[in-house]
């Protein structure tokens, strides 16, 4: 019954699909019970040629033509037509919710999953739970025709009735016995196809690392290791599926072969008509089929139990939370950020920030810096509610930033990364991304901002060129002044960087830091950088050691009155 409960999110999702599958039960019900009477009207035939009643047995032929072969095929027909339309839209609406939610899901949750597992999930997961509905309605209206079956069985024979439902009753235990090892199998197959997933995704995005580092081998060393796994599990696998089918093959067997015997005796004792004994010639491979079927919907039954497990682990937050976000809202943002007493700590490390306060002003070249692992970028995370603090306030204009709408703190606030994300899209339509309605003349605009107008324009396609995914076909430079002007285009009044000339040569980092100075007469601007050379026209520039603030200033100020800011610079100078 457990298992059972985990399917409510997909018969939520087929409430507007609830007419069509009606209409396709009852189609596929009355197709299997035109299917029950060919048996009866073909023993009827034949029973009538024996008596020598040929115009009978044409009248039960041609009534079992019309609905055995004519109209029980076309109603099968229909009934599948409806059947895949209902898939289709069941696969692409789970397809959807389960993508909308992972972007919903909290940062911890990328943290901890791998990617491979989390597209997997959304992917390979929605797409074989769609299937099952229909493998599913063919073997429930089976079912309902065999309990018809089972009663004129009964009616016409207790003997032959009880001898199949003793046997049917022995296969369920069987079933019984092997389902669990068979789930257990496939949700150990599905981890190490989340493994096989997440080496190829990183394959493909970390090629040129991988040339360039010389690791292919390795990685292909790790694929082997991956294959091999997989493999011994699906040998494991075959050999549970074999035992199974051939215990099933034999109790299959004996069904047929123990009710053609025992309807031979009944006959020949004249318990039984001919016509039941032709019926049942048909009946008794109509329950093979049944059986065969509960056999192959019993199998994908245990796929499909995994894989709507790990979905709904996603659609019923089952292992993370959806981001929560308030419902303020800032008129006339003014862009002052402060921290108030923050503590913060990453899962399973020691704590980052300890009561933790800073005041960042506006329309100022705010600066953060300090030793590697001291929490600089964690500010960032906190500001844009990557990571929620454990304890403590983060203010936007007087306003905790848990308190504004998710739409109200994205449109305030941007931030530029080290490794800015390019899409794999045209150049304007990562602009588009954005603001879907802005105008060529508007990115040009923001472009030549950020100081990479000139170069977008001498591309032969200019800003319909295709960009590689991540960007990989611009330098880091282009990537950071293309991300600058993209953040532009946002109108955010808090622009961020973090470490985003760390990268850069001397000729790019220039550009980028044009573009900084730019912003800051009408923007609050906080660069966290690592080296010291970009910040040191800051006006403010905050020290960070051990999760606080240990000194504050410009660049002049720290360089005699801050060991660890001199000591920084000196080391940088140095090198």
């Keep these: 019954m457990k298992s059972l409960k985990e399917f409510k999110p997909l018969i939520r999702l087929l409430e507007k699909d609830k007419i069509k599958l009606i209409i396709a039960s009852s189609l596929l019900f009355i197709s299997g019970l035109t299917e029950i009477m060919t048996g009866y009207l073909n023993g009827k035939a034949i029973e009538a040629i024996t008596k020598l009643e040929v115009m009978d047995s044409i009248i039960y032929l041609g009534i079992y033509f019309l609905l055995g072969i004519t109209l029980g095929g076309i109603i099968h027909h229909i009934a599948n037509s409806i059947l895949f339309k209902v898939e289709s839209s069941l696969s692409r609406k789970l397809g959807f919710f389960t993508y909308k939610k992972a972007l919903n899901l909290p940062a911890v949750a990328y943290e901890k999953q791998s990617s491979g597992e989390l597209i997997n999930r959304i992917t390979s997961d929605t797409d074989s739970l769609s299937s099952v509905f229909g493998e599913l309605l063919y073997t429930v209206s089976s079912l309902i025709g065999s ?73 292909i060393d790790d694929m082997i290791v991956i294959i091999k796994d997989i493999y011994r599990k699906s040998e494991y696998q075959i050999d549970v599926q074999t035992k199974f089918s051939i215990i099933s093959r034999f109790l299959k067997s004996l069904l047929e072969v123990g009710v053609f015997i025992t309807c031979v005796i009944l006959l020949y004792y004249n318990q039984i008509s001919l016509t039941f004994f032709i019926a049942m010639t048909y009946y008794i491979y109509r329950y093979m089929w049944l059986i065969e079927n509960i056999n192959s919907l019993t199998q994908i039954y245990q796929r499909i139990v995994v894989s709507i497990g790990r979905v709904n682990e996603i659609l019923e937050n089952k292992l993370y939370q959806d981001e929560t976000f308030g ?41 953060i810096v300090g030793k590697s692992g001291q929490g600089k970028s964690t500010l960032f995370n ?121 990268a850069l040569d001397n000729h790019s980092q220039e550009y980028v830091k044009m573009a900084i100075d730019n912003l800051v007469n009408d923007h609050t601007v906080v660069i966290v950088a690592h080296r010291l050379s970009t910040i040191i026209d800051a006006d403010v520039i905050h020290v960070v050691d051990k999760g606080k603030i240990v000194a504050s200033g410009n660049h002049e100020y720290l360089l005699k009155n801050s060991d660890i800011y001199k000591s920084l610079y000196e080391m940088e100078t140095f090198s």
């Design 147 to 219: 309990l018809i079956i089972i009663i004129y069985v009964f009616f016409n024979s207790w003997i032959i009735g009880l001898e199949i439902i003793l046997l049917i009753g022995l296969l369920f235990l069987v079933i019984k016995k092997y389902n669990p090892k068979l789930k257990e199998i496939h949700k150990e197959r599905r981890e190490e196809q989340d493994k096989f997933t997440s080496l190829v995704t990183e394959s493909v995005r970390g090629i040129r690392e991988i040339k360039t580092l010389g690791i292919k081998n390795r990685l």
């Design 327 to 367: 419902n303020e809202t800032i008129s006339d943002v003014k862009g002052i950020i402060e921290f108030k007493n923050v503590v913060f700590s990453y899962p399973d490390e020691d704590v980052t920030l300890n009561k933790f306060n800073l005041k960042i002003e506006p329309n100022k070249k705010i600066a």
């Design 382 to 502: 906190l500001i844009t509610r990557i990571f929620d603090p454990i304890s403590g306030e983060i203010l936007l204009d007087n306003v905790n930033v848990r308190d504004l709408s998710e739409e109200e703190l994205r449109k305030h606030i941007s931030i530029i990364r080290q490794e800015p994300f390019i899409f794999n899209r045209t150049i304007k339509e990562n602009f588009q991304l954005v603001d879907k309605n802005i105008s060529l003349k508007e990115i040009r605009n923001y472009a030549k901002m950020a100081y990479i107008d000139d170069y977008v324009m001498s591309l032969p396609k200019k800003y319909d060129t295709v960009l590689g995914e991540g960007g990989v076909n611009l330098s880091g430079g282009q990537k950071q002044r293309l991300s600058i002007a993209r953040t532009l285009c946002k109108d955010s009044k808090i622009i961020l960087f973090d470490e985003a000339t760390s």
